[in-house]
């Protein structure tokens, strides 16, 4: 059967209501550009993702998944990077367990000011999924 | 749960969205959606007339959902969650959908892309909302009063600002004297008022006031509770010297005191003894015996009979609905060797000189030689490379041409050169530059990459710099005096910030929950911060952060009972068999064990869980929700945008 590339990878973000989303809202404002299949849920702090959604997100059709982390900067503490760590590293042995590529998963602090980081970021991230295996 | 009926309301904010996205394509896409009552598109969703319709057609439609695809929703979840809540609906019910910011904006280079991700968006809003339920806000008692933890300026201003809102206030200082860091200041710019004056014109005020009490040598050891009702248990350690005293005798037991110490009131330029005052007039006006030095020799009792060694510490217990941190910053010491610090005798810092001008009146004299040439070296400990204190202090470009000019007038024959990394005098400061240049100070700027640089040549110092304003040329100042204009650094005990878990910022500082739009307000319901805690800040700066910070507190206790939002934890009791991970997850100490019959599973404490959701993903039996983000409710929105 004939394969044709997309132009962009299906991605889902979770971010945080006072970290991260306001630099994806700043990124809007300053009309830096990135693929139009990423698509934000928000959530309260990164460190409070569970597993199962992300492993939800990849057997419902999302390529990958990008966790905009609150970082250091979270208003809820101090353990949030160790604690959002954690939890990815739980979900990337879950996703090998399930036969799915762990680099599909994705974390980078993104601070509320961090926008040119966080559209960065992205196009890598889609680049990288754009270039692994991802073709419809 | 009742079959949803859902209102979509999709904005055009003029062209801001629908210059990019096709507006009517997205309404047609989500009307058919389950549950879909009534999908609109309207030109501005936040102005009055929409928002009347909406009232309207929530009220003729009996609509128990409702969605908004418009702007972020930090300009406008409130909004409309007034507008539910004016058509009796529960805000609850309301769920916004960013089109603007996250999809017109963003993809403006993408038309098709951008209506494309607006119909995925405004599904996953609807999917939401289908399943939102009402929810009852938290209403929990508030007791009355407020903390106010520092007496420096921003603390005394809080207390002010509180008690003449005819509310109770306990003005909590760990230190024996009220005033922080102003009362070590001389004359300040504008006013040339000295910290001194402002410190007692701000303490008579206070002193004069019923509801308001003031605790020196006082420190918060214990907190329990959360806003509204707070339990502090405030350990007062005694001066050992009775306030009316005989300053007679006094004195007399001063004299015989054999401990000699650095004083940190003049920043260790000076000595005083084991028994102390800091200056005459100090608030309150009574010594202090300084127990970690005092050897307990006895002299001076047999001096002062008003000397007591057998008064003991004591534990107050205090209850406020609200506290208000204004506990200051520390100024930045230098590490040995940095610009010649603790290495070169005449490099000192900015405090210290202050102090040096304070009190030196005729001539000025350091170490016993008469200064003439003065150096100022800036930016120490400010606006250093990544792995530093990367911010800029704010006040202390001012606080040195200030000095300057003070010097100059004070003596005269005084020649000032300031090694500068660019003026930041901003405001109504820059006429101290205007003045200092014209009074003849010579300004050199150095390259960020190549600092000046202090060696010693046996007699006094060199400071070497390649200046920018002359086109990088190499010069050379004598200097009977270095003067490192330091800047602010957060309290290097800052333990009553862990005991209230309040977050700090990557500069260290507290953190406002939004910079510019709730300034003084933490993430710990109840706990506001005012001053240079939260970061640097000159006077004027400290005292109207001081006065939002009041008047936040006071609204949280001003009614007696306030509301907070319903978003916490909840368990699951048949999943939950209690393993303890949630509550060792848990930043806030919000979650226990309790019984469930004879079960053990874990009890969440509403009045204290922040809703940040740690303890959701350590759940080996996925028994913990997050109300507002369930697993059916992510669930459901990413099907919705996953779906083709």
């Known amino acids: 059967m004939a394969e044709k590339l997309r132009k962009s990878a299906k991605i889902l973000v979770f971010s945080t209501e006072k970290i991260s989303d306001p630099a994806i809202d700043m990124a809007g404002l300053l009309k830096l550009h990135y693929p139009p299949t990423v698509y934000t849920i928000t959530v309260p702090c990164s460190s409070g993702i569970k597993s199962r959604w992300i492993l939800h997100a990849y057997e419902k059709g999302f390529d990958g998944v990008f966790i905009a982390a609150d970082g250091s900067d979270c208003v809820f503490g101090e353990s949030c990077t160790e604690k959002t760590g954690e939890l990815v590293g739980q979900t990337m042995e879950l996703m090998k367990q399930k036969g799915i590529e762990p680099a599909r998963l994705k974390m980078a602090a993104i601070c509320s000011v961090c926008s040119e980081s966080f559209v960065k970021q992205i196009k890598s991230f889609n680049e990288y999924l754009l270039k692994t295996s991802i073709t419809e | ?644």
């Open chain 2, 1 to 644: 749960m009742e079959k949803k009926k859902i209102g979509v309301y999709v904005c055009h904010c003029g062209g801001n969205i629908s210059d990019y996205v096709d507006v009517e394509k997205v309404r047609q896409a989500i009307e058919d959606e389950g549950g879909v009552m009534l999908a609109k598109t309207t030109m501005f969703a936040c102005s009055d007339s929409n928002q009347k319709d909406m009232v309207e057609d929530i009220k003729n439609n009996n609509l128990n959902g409702i969605v908004v695809a418009s702007c972020s929703p930090k300009l406008h979840l409130t909004t409309f969650r007034n507008v539910s809540e004016r058509a009796d609906l529960n805000k609850y019910n309301y769920v916004h959908a960013n089109i603007r910011e996250q999809v017109s904006w963003a993809h403006s280079d993408d038309k098709t892309g951008a209506t494309e991700k607006a119909i995925h968006i405004v599904k996953a809003a609807i999917a939401k909302a289908r399943l939102s339920e009402s929810l009852v806000p938290n209403k929990i008692m508030a007791e009355k009063a407020v903390a106010v933890i520092g007496s420096g300026v921003a603390g005394m201003k809080a207390a002010i600002a509180l008690s003449d809102k005819d509310c109770p206030v306990f003005l909590i200082e760990r230190e024996f004297f009220i005033g922080g860091r102003v009362s070590q200041w001389g004359a300040m710019f504008t006013t040339n008022e000295t910290g001194k004056e402002v410190v007692t014109r701000l303490y008579n005020d206070l002193v004069k006031r019923s509801n308001v009490t003031i605790f020196t040598g006082a420190e918060v050891v214990s907190n329990v509770g959360s806003i509204g009702d707070f339990k502090l248990k405030v350990k007062i350690t005694p001066r050992y010297v009775k306030e009316k005293c005989d300053q007679g005798k006094l004195q007399l037991a001063m004299d015989a005191c054999p401990v000699v110490v650095p004083d940190e009131f003049n920043f260790n330029i000076t000595n005083r003894k084991a028994i102390y005052h800091n200056f005459p007039s100090e608030y309150p006006q009574a010594a202090v015996i300084d127990m970690k030095n005092c050897t307990r020799c006895g002299k001076c009792e047999t001096l002062c009979d008003n000397i007591d060694f057998s008064l003991k510490e004591e534990i107050l217990d205090i209850q406020v609905g609200s506290v208000l941190m204004a506990t200051g910053f520390d100024p930045y010491t230098p590490h040995d060797g940095e610009f010649g610090y603790n290495e070169i005798g005449n490099v000192v810092t900015l405090p210290q000189f202050k102090r040096i001008i304070e009190l030196n009146d005729k001539d000025l004299m350091f170490k016993g030689t008469k200064v003439k040439n003065i150096a100022y070296i800036y930016c120490v400990g400010s606006r250093q490379p990544e792995g530093g204190n990367t911010y800029c202090s704010r006040y202390c470009c001012t606080s040195a041409i200030h000095a300057s000019l003070l010097v100059k007038k004070k003596y005269p024959s005084v020649y000032n050169y300031h090694f500068t990394r660019g003026i930041r005098t901003y405001g109504k400061q820059e006429s101290l530059y205007y003045d200092s240049s014209a009074q003849g100070d010579i300004y050199l700027q150095a390259y960020e990459d190549a600092l000046p640089e202090v060696s010693w040549n046996g007699k006094k110092s060199i400071v070497k710099i390649n200046d920018i304003l002359t086109g990088g040329r190499e010069m050379k100042v004598e200097a009977d005096l270095v003067v490192l204009v330091t800047g602010m650094v957060p309290r290097a005990d800052n333990s009553v910030g862990t005991l209230f878990k309040l977050p700090k910022g990557r500069d260290k500082f507290f953190n406002e929950i939004h910079m510019k739009l709730r300034p003084v307000e933490t993430f710990i319901d109840g706990v506001t911060i005012a001053g240079a805690c939260q970061g640097p800040k000159n006077i004027m700066e400290s005292a109207n952060s001081a006065l939002s910070a009041a008047t936040k507190s006071y609204s949280y206790v001003s009614k007696g009972e306030l509301e907070t939002e319903p978003i916490v934890a909840v368990v699951d009791p048949v999943l939950c068999t209690w393993c303890g991970a949630c509550a060792k997850a848990c930043p806030f100490d919000a979650i226990s064990m309790t019984k469930d019959g004879t079960k053990a599973i874990a009890l969440i404490n509403n009045s204290v869980c922040k809703g940040c959701g740690m303890c959701l993903p350590v759940c080996p039996k996925d028994a913990i929700d997050l109300i507002a983000f369930s697993n059916n409710e992510i669930e459901s929105m990413i099907d919705a945008l996953a779906h083709d």
